[in-house]
C-alpha cells in the first residue's frame, strides 16, 4: 500500500454586476485528502485495461482504449474490463470506461473503487489526449461516493517509463459534476 495526498484546491467565487443581475463565477473549494493505494491492484488493473484496449473494436477512428473497473463491494475484487466499440451511426459508439462499468453495474455493483483506463494509441501523449471523456466522466459520477471515507479512484496510464498512472477522485476529475438527489 503507497499514501498519497490529493491537493486542497481553493478559488473563491467572482461576481460581475450586470443591469440584468449578477455573472457568478462559483468558487470551488476541496480539502486535501489523503488515500491509501493498493498499488500492486492498480497495477494489475492498468494491465487488464491494456489487454482490453487490444479487443477495441475501432473500424472508423482506430483509437484503441480499454478500461478496468474493480467495484467497493466486491468481496472477490472481480475485474470488469470494456474496450470502445464503434458504430457506423456514430452516436451509437460507446467508450470503454462505460462498458466495463456497465458490466460491473450489471454484475450488481454500484459503487466504484478503481478505474483504470489504457489508451493504447495515446500512452505517450499529454494527459488530455488520454483522460475520459465528459461522458464517461458523469457516468462514473454515478457510482462514486464523494462523501466516502475511502474515494473511488481514477488512474489514466502514462507510457512514461518511470510513470504508472495519473490519479484522481471524481471531484477532481469532474467539478460540478451532475448528481441527482432523490
Ligand atoms: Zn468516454
Redesign the pocket.
Known amino acids: 500500500m503507497v499514501r498519497l495526498t490529493l491537493p486542497a484546491v481553493q478559488v473563491a467565487d467572482s461576481f460581475a454586476p450586470t443591469p440584468a443581475g449578477r455573472l457568478v463565477v462559483p468558487g470551488f473549494a476541496l480539502p486535501a485528502r489523503e488515500v491509501e493505494i493498493d498499488e500492486l491492484l492498480v497495477a494489475k488493473l492498468l494491465q487488464a485495461a491494456k489487454d482490453a484496449a487490444e479487443r477495441a473494436y475501432a473500424p472508423f477512428s482506430q483509437f484503441r ?1 480499454g478500461a478496468a473497473v474493480i467495484m467497493d463491494n466486491d468481496p472477490k475484487n472481480t475485474i470488469f474490463t470494456g474496450a ?1 466499440v464503434e458504430n457506423s451511426s456514430y452516436g451509437g459508439t ?5 462498458t466495463a462499468l456497465t458490466s460491473a453495474a450489471s454484475a450488481g455493483f454500484h459503487r466504484l473503487r478503481y478505474l483504470a483506463v489504457s489508451v493504447r494509441d495515446a500512452l505517450h501523449s499529454p494527459l488530455c489526449d488520454r483522460s ?6 458523469q ?1 462514473m459520477r454515478q457510482f462514486c461516493d464523494p462523501n466516502a471515507g475511502n474515494p473511488s479512484l481514477i488512474f489514466v496510464q502514462d507510457g512514461a517509463p518511470d510513470t504508472m498512472a495519473q490519479v484522481f477522485d471524481i471531484e477532481r476529475l469532474l467539478p460540478w459534476g451532475f448528481h441527482f438527489n432523490k
Open positions: 482504449v470502445n460507446i467508450c470503454a470506461e462505460r475520459p471523456c465528459g461522458l464517461c466522466r457516468f
